[in-house]
């Protein structure tokens, strides 16, 4: 049984992604592209099969119930078309401050119009300012009982269409970082005159989104549209993007799983040099590298998924682990991949109708989603004293599990904008001891458990160092701890399917994944790298044994 | 490095006068034109008709034909300057010279005419060698030449060419027998051809470039004279190898415009955009991305113009250097563009905003240079070939020199490139021995070099890991698997980045006596290159430094865009000050 029933129920409703035509397709995907059209057909499809009910927490009458399951149907679209999985997952991104902390009668309303098909927006950046979002110039007078707002909010996905808007707005009477309040502004009830809609912008990846902006001229809104307190709105957003930065990474894993099978399926007919292209061993290895990299990223977005859900504390240091390492592997072997393909990575048309070239355009952006890699390091520099403090490791052990777990109402989620210590992390010593005991003459697996040991040793002494998180040492230190808490995921979480059904992938991948994270760019062993491509082929057979697309993901738990 | 004494204006600097400010958007030359037409994927006609206009044509045709191409290095100066403006323009042009050259080198007096008169009408040419089903794999060719009997029959499909559409000749590749002398390469025109015989297939649609001719050519029963074979049937495969040597260096001139005009705008945008309070280019992370990005623009410019010297002056050189040019240059503006592309953040996918858009397009276009001629996998091929008689050769103490000209300041009157002087295989290296040279003189200097420790340090670092290449050459050169292997390509990329190391230590060292800046007398501009070369084999922390803020500031004083036009600014080098 696989383990999304949902996941594998949306891809069968959507079908074979080769048709020539049709919602979700790769060719509907770049005909839309092409056309910078807003994903009409797809969306519809999606409407159709009871999407927007999976944005809508189960106690809200939707049918939201597990964080993980909602990355699994996210990856099913974005493995055919990121830009429909990022229109299609929109309303859950951006009514997240909602979700977490609005009021019950704003949960209703913004629940029942999502459920009713209409979109929720987040305005929080200006054009001047970006991610500084503390510099933001849009304001918020309070007049009794209303406030009146004013300002430009820019590069807002879905913000032409939506009926509501969460905007991050300054009051000019509170000061510092509470000087932010954010208001759920109902654009139906908002008087026309008192608010424009900017022009589409036009972006070079996922060109169908409608990404725009709003001019609020002296528009009144409500006290009462303030989500949690006024002068809370910079914590409330920071909280919120806590967990959808979590759930970005199942977007990049969909564009790179499509990648690399587009990548594959090429290669097996290709001829070259008196054989097929996947003869030659360093086409083998480029693959078995690419299916490397999947299996990791897959596992540590997974991971980062179950600590929002099961230790939601830890979700400040896992969101933002998820957040860098994913999308920033997936780009770095997206670009690999492109050499293997040769001229046909950069054809609009063609082979599987030339939607390579769009997946590398459209996983670009994941990087900038929800904060850039800067942004991202930055805060999570700022985390690094959480590897100094004594935790039991064992309050993590939830997370590693292989199973499923729902997350329960998400406005119960209890977490902070940043927390105070790593169980995870904590976990190494142990998880290093129980590998080197049951896999006591293999020195490969010794050493690359070692580098993780004299890597976590250096960030704890260095933790405390007071480093500027803005400063390129502060971001080079946050890169070190997020690939060190991605590498004891992956260890901690094979270890855990060895525990739960006996058995696992060989230890062997577990080396290589651990060094795929630790020291990219080393290539693995050859007889590794043989393994790996084999399984690949396996899973890819070459025609005509060749199935449709299937849905699950790679798992370091076997499928039963 | 300095600039040349002499100020007297180039070629490239005409041309750029010519073309005007890229900024101001109603020029053909400008930065929304090359957006706009990309855009559209509507080829850039009116760029290249005011390139053609000003003269290029005549910079395609060597001098013995009556034009301009003398010297690879101002060949390289020219088609930098357009790249900076639209890559699509400048890779239809450059098709022209990829497509020329083996007539130039081994063609007949009769198709140097026919080419040149084909140039001068402002036609465009086709080199015609991959087809769909074989790509690199250039001893498969498909399209075949019968022998007839008044000459041949061509017939077949080639694919994926530029100015498939609108070419008016062709250097097409077709097979005449089996074998590496199965080749044989011809000068077609179109004019000659009968209905159906040439037949072109509809454009390609492609992400970078997109304005581009890219498409295919159907050949069917098309008449050839014997007159119309380049060099000797069964000669195609080593004219070929031979032209693409040349090419491969030519094409770094592509990813170096694209790089030049991607930092220009990433480095204005750093300058005038405030976060927290500051401009972010005195973010440290920000810093350290533009600082990397200037250092492998020198990297790429020292490296690509000692090979434009080098092919005319010791052409035994040219098939090793030609590979590292081809694999690394590419390399490191693709590998810039990308982390310039965090500097300017959401900027970085808009269409349209800063700079017209033009930096996404370029760095579209750019990562397509990766392919031209050769992919970045065939180049490590190359390269990886010659690893074992290189490091035999430097365990003899056999290594060949090079002639002073080829890392001077300036260098006129070289001979012009000769086909019989063309090899196919490079023996030693002969660039790699300026580290040792460098080291040398560091250790017995007389001149007082302020980062004299920290080259010392860079410099012992290369030698010594090139002699860990070497080791690794030695011990796994004779498996079979060896040569396909990754690990082969590995030590292919490492050896790239040594060669171009030394390439620069040259440059500084052939250039800093002359020089009065102290950014070259202080070793400042090799400490920046060198760095930049072992970080990249050795990545570590490297927090912002005095070096990294001189850079930063030579690039603050280089002529934005808005000057490029102003051939003052210009000088030999480009305007990069070295």
Redesign the interface.
Known sequence: MLPWGTADDLEAFLGDPLRPSGPLTYAQAVADDKDEAFPRTSLDALQDWGYPAHQVPEALGGRLASLEELAALSRVLARRDPAVAVVANSPVAAAMPVWLGGSPEQRDAVARAVLDGRYVALGL?EE?????LV?GEVTARRTGDVYVVDGVKW?INNVRLARFLCLLVREPERSGLRSLTLLLVDLDALAPSSYELLPK?????LCGADVAGIRLRGAVVPVSASVGRPGRGLELVARSLTVTRTLVPALSLGALETALRCTVDFLQD????GGTAVD???VQ??LAAAYLDLTVADTVARCCVRVMQVLPELGPVSSAVAKFVVPHVVEARM?RL??LL??R?????GHWS?IF?KL??DA??FS?FDG???VVLSALAAQLPCLQEDVDPRCADGVFRGGHAACGPLADLRFETVADADPVTAGLQDVRTTLLRAHPDDPDLATALDLLRTESDDLRTQAGTGLDP????G???AERYARLFAAVCVAREWQASVDACGDAVPVSWLTAGLLALLRPGE?MP?ST?EQMFAALMIEHPAPPARAGSRGEGRTLCPQQ | MPAAVTRRPTAAAHLDRALGAPLDERLAGSFRASVDADRQERFPHELCQEALDWGMAEHLIPQEQGGSLRSLEECFALSRTLSRRDLTATVALGANLLAGLPVWLAGTAEQKDTLAGLLRGGRFLSFAL?EE?????VL?TGVTARRTASGWRVDGTKW?INNAGHASGATVTARTGDGVRGLTLFLLTRDRAGAGQWAPLPK??????RGSAFGGIAFSELEARDADVVGRPGQGLEILLHTLQVTRVLVASFALGALDTCLAAAGSFARS?????APIAE???V??RLSDAYAELQVGEALAQAACRVAQVRPEQLPLMSACVKYLVPRLANDSI?SL??VL??RS????GLWH?IV?KMR?DC??T??FDG???VNLGVIADHLPALAHARACDEVDDLPAAVFAASADDLPWLDDDDLELVTASDAVHPGLAATREALRRDGHPVAHRGELLDLVVWCEAETARVDDEVRRSAGSA?WR????A??LAARYSHLHAAAACASRWLARREESTDPFVTSGAWLVLCLRRLVGRLRPG????DDVDRAALARLGETPGPEQWSDHDALREDGGRGT
Do not use: K, N
């Open positions: 950046t001047q300012h970006g991610a500084d510099a590069l912008i036009r972006t070079h990846g290709r001829r070259l040099y030659i061993p360093f290895e480029e670009r492109s050499t040769g001229a990575y950069f054809l609009r048309e030339g070239e590398l355009r670009r952006l900038l850039s890699e800067p803005r400063s390129e040492l971001q080079r230190q290539r050859r790298a | 991959s089903e074989h790509g690199s794999d498969e994926s390609l649609r492609t992400h970078g470039l955009r405030r976060l927290y309070d973010l440290e992370p810093a350290r990308e592309s965090v953040g959401a996918y808009l269409a349209g858009g996404e579209r990562a397509v990766a392919l992919s970045a996998p698997a396909r292997g990754g690990a390509y590995d922390p490297a927090p912002v």
